[in-house]
């Protein structure tokens, strides 16, 4: 079993910036692929990005040049950076972790952002 839990969500004014962080636990592999997505309200859950254990990132298109995802495997960490932030970027974001064709889901973090 792996657990994962989010932090650093909030309410930030348009332009500003916030840092998710991720902690995971538990049996986690070697090769494991972690990244963030997001649920606005009325919409369905989008890919923000991910990163593999090797350090290869994808992002969307709509947050490229604003945010950047990192990793610490040693700390078993992910974080999502996100400058720039716009209204349509108010959602909730969930960190995952795939290894072996299983997914596994934090319980999300809120991310406001005012015009």
């Known amino acids: 079993q792996v657990q994962l839990v989010e932090s650093g969500g909030g309410l930030v004014q348009a332009g500003g910036s916030l840092r998710l962080s991720c902690a995971a636990s538990?049996?986690?592999?070697?090769?494991?692929?972690m990244g963030w997505y997001r649920q606005a309200p009325g919409k369905q859950r989008e890919l923000v990005a991910t990163?593999?254990?090797?350090?290869?990132?994808n992002c969307v298109d709509s947050v490229k040049g604003r945010f950047t995802i990192s990793r610490d495997n040693a700390n078993r960490m992910v974080y999502l950076q996100m400058n720039s932030l716009k209204p349509e970027d108010t959602a909730v974001y969930y960190c995952?972790?795939?290894?072996?064709?299983?997914?596994?889901w934090g319980q999300g973090t809120q991310v406001t952002v005012s015009s």
């Open positions: 995952t972790l795939s290894q072996s064709s299983i997914s596994y």
């Open positions: 538990g049996s986690i592999f070697r090769f494991n692929v």
């Open positions: 990163i593999t254990s090797g350090g290869f990132t």
